[in-house]
């Protein structure tokens, strides 16, 4: 079945940066585009990146805009969130999620996340 | 980017009861090839979320059928037969027609 599991979060000052990363396994992930959606203590949810099914397009929030870059190793089956610059507002729990879609985005398989703490 | 709200914030539920949440879209969520793309997934505590309803009305796999959704445009309905304990949780609706994706602030499920 399928099977995301992201890692790399913890507590990180302002300013400084963090790469959290997602390992697929269970299907074909070079297949499928991916995203992060992340998750504000007690919030709702909110987009955060996408990234292609082969690399080609990436978009991004304007939250996070110039500051995050989204990648893919399909050769390791994984995901990658490089975040710099991280502000306080960047704190939540990151998932890391698949898009079956061709036609919309929307996610039928979430991790369980990621929590990342920009704190001084 | 399209605003998504839900109503309402908070629905408390006797076991075995029906309950009905709404969700509307600042934007009509209707393709030109005829599909509207709205859907709904369930956070139960301490998880992450799942789908339940993909293209508003269609249950995603393992989904029990006392989960229905409706809706067309702008306009769409949750509705849970009879609730059960295994239900709570927040239920969050999402656009995925316009970028970029969009969530409604959540409905939390509670059972009295």
């Known amino acids: 079945q399928v099977q995301l599991v992201e890692s790399g979060g913890g507590v990180v000052q302002p300013g400084r940066s963090l790469r959290i990363s997602c390992a697929a396994s269970g299907y074909t992930f070079s297949s499928y585009g991916m995203h992060w959606v992340r998750q504000a203590p007690g919030k709702g949810l909110e987009w955060v990146a996408l990234?292609?099914?082969?690399?080609?397009?990436?978009y991004y929030a304007d939250s996070v805009n110039g500051r995050f870059t989204i990648s893919r190793d399909d050769s390791k089956n994984t995901l990658y969130l490089q975040m710099d610059s991280l502000r306080v507002e960047d704190t939540a729990v990151y998932y890391c999620v698949r898009d079956p879609g061709s036609v919309a985005y929307y996610y039928d398989s979430w991790g369980q996340g990621t929590l990342v703490t920009v704190s001084s | 980017d399209i605003v998504m709200t839900q109503t309402p914030l908070s629905l408390s539920v006797t076991p075995g009861q029906p309950a009905s949440m709404s969700c509307k879209s600042s934007q009509s969520l209707l393709h030109t090839d005829g599909k509207t793309y709205l859907y709904w997934y369930l956070q139960k505590p301490g998880q992450s979320p799942q789908l339940l309803i993909y293209?508003?009305?269609r249950r995603f796999s393992g989904v029990p059928d006392r989960f229905s959704g409706s809706g067309s445009g702008t306009d769409f309905t949750l509705k849970i037969s009879r609730v059960q304990a295994e239900d709570v949780g927040i239920y969050h609706c999402m656009q995925g027609i316009h970028h970029p994706a969009t969530f409604g602030q959540g409905t939390k499920l509670e059972i009295k």
């Open positions: 990234i292609w099914f082969d690399g080609s397009k990436r």
């Open positions: 293209e508003v009305s």
